[in-house]
């Protein structure tokens, strides 16, 4: 074992034999590969799989997880025990969601499959001293189901962008509760520099979860120059999104309870309540925000091709006439289901609430809206804003 140990370990920080590796197109030519590479002879395929298993499940030495710098991508991290999972890269997101990416990482890649790196946190900051200190390109902040995923996935079109869009490895280190504040950006800069220096020659976007508002000045310190954008919607459109699909912040998740009070409140009350309250938090959070200088406020109704455009500049995103022909075949389709083109449902979500809810929504939420609108820039022309619209509902 201890010899497959160490050829395990090799093969994590070889880029020759990852390249090998790679080349494999299942599962069965690659357990044949790694007998070659490891002039492994003796167990069957389901013996070698069982101890390729127990490696798996071992923590990477500190020395050995700095080798993979630069080749593998940090993955996902769970709280629980402070451990981060590790896969290889399959070309650059282009999908709504980055979790949604990382399962294409997995299934176009039978190496993945089998070989699946795990480290503590300990060893996070020397592996990012292998690789240069990152520079964002822009940040997008939203209160959910406002038009985020519209945007990112636009930006995802531009063949000079490389978009994170709600990383699952990101926001778990900003949830974790036994994490300090220095701790969690520290743990952040080393896992977005070890995720951009996989793409080269691309400018990293990272679009943060709903909830992640609530290290915004977290995030804003360790990146003072990076641009961002904060999104905004009506929060009737938007509570009642959450009523026929709730996210995990607007489902009373008890992993959000030590972000922010709100994610503990109102259990007494109704899940409007809560949702109301919670909703209530998000909005305030980008309030204060949106008055911070290279903040721009976009209400959902202005999003349309041009808005798009103006991100990209101000991210500093090339966008050529392709990526403007690629931007607008991506508005014409489902925001979270690209497959699918989109179906305006604006007047469903205006008569989910009876008048005593929406009157409950207005009293609690309406000033702050007013605010946030506010804050944004010149509506877009109505006639051009309402034909371009139609494809960033349910984002």
């Known amino acids: 074992m201890r010899e497959l140990r160490d050829a395990y370990y090799k093969l994590l920080?070889?880029?020759?034999?990852?390249?090998?590796?790679?080349?494999?197109h299942s599962v069965a030519d690659l357990l044949a590969a790694l007998r070659r590479l490891w002039g492994v002879e003796g167990p069957g395929d389901a013996d070698l799989m069982h101890a390729l298993g127990t490696l798996n499940q071992e923590d990477v030495p500190p020395e050995v997880a700095a080798g993979m710098a630069g080749r593998w991508l940090p993955r996902s991290y769970h709280v629980r025990t402070q451990r981060l999972a590790w896969c290889l890269p399959d070309g650059a997101p282009t999908e709504p969601f980055h979790d949604e990416y990382l399962s294409r990482c997995w299934q176009s890649t039978p190496l993945n499959q089998l070989i699946t790196p795990r480290t503590s946190l300990k060893p996070l900051a020397a592996c990012a001293q292998?690789?240069?200190?990152?520079?964002?390109?822009?940040f997008i902040f939203h209160l959910s189901r406002c038009g985020s995923t519209l945007l990112s996935g636009c930006l995802s079109e531009l063949d000079g962008a490389a978009v994170f869009s709600e990383s699952?490895?990101?926001?778990?280190?900003l949830v974790d509760p036994a994490l300090s504040p220095q701790e969690k950006r520290a743990h952040v800069q080393c896992l977005l520099d070890l995720k951009t220096i996989l793409f080269p020659g691309r400018r990293v976007v990272v679009k943060w979860n709903a909830w992640d508002i609530f290290h915004a000045q977290l995030l804003r310190g360790a990146y003072p120059n990076v641009p961002a954008v904060a999104l905004v919607r009506d929060p009737v459109e938007i509570l009642a999104s959450h009523q026929a699909q709730a996210g995990r912040h607007m489902s009373g998740d008890p992993s959000l309870a030590a972000v922010a009070p709100v994610f503990g409140e109102g259990a007494g009350g109704s899940v409007l309540?809560?949702?109301?309250?919670?909703?209530?938090?998000?909005?305030q959070g980008l309030h204060d925000l949106a008055a911070e200088p290279g903040v721009a406020c976009i209400d959902y109704r202005q999003l349309d091709g041009g808005t798009v455009r103006q991100v990209a500049a101000m991210f500093g995103l090339r966008c050529d006439l392709e990526g403007q022909r690629r931007i607008a075949q991506r508005m014409q389709s489902n925001a979270k289901l690209p497959g699918i083109r989109f179906e305006p449902d604006g007047a469903r979500k205006a008569a989910v609430f009876d008048a005593a809810q929406s009157t409950a929504i207005a009293r609690r939420l309406s000033s702050l809206h007013r605010a946030l609108l506010a804050a944004t820039g010149p509506a877009a022309p109505a006639a051009h804003a309402e034909s371009e619209r139609e494809v960033a509902?349910?984002?």
Do not use: F, N, Y
């Open 13 to 24: 920080c070889s880029p020759a034999q990852l390249d090998l590796c790679r080349q494999a």
């Open 130 to 138: 292998r690789v240069p200190r990152a520079q964002p390109a822009g």
């Open 168 to 173: 699952p490895v990101l926001t778990e280190i």
């Open 273 to 283: 309540e809560h949702r109301i309250g919670v909703l209530q938090g998000l909005m």
């Open 393 to 395: 509902d349910v984002r």
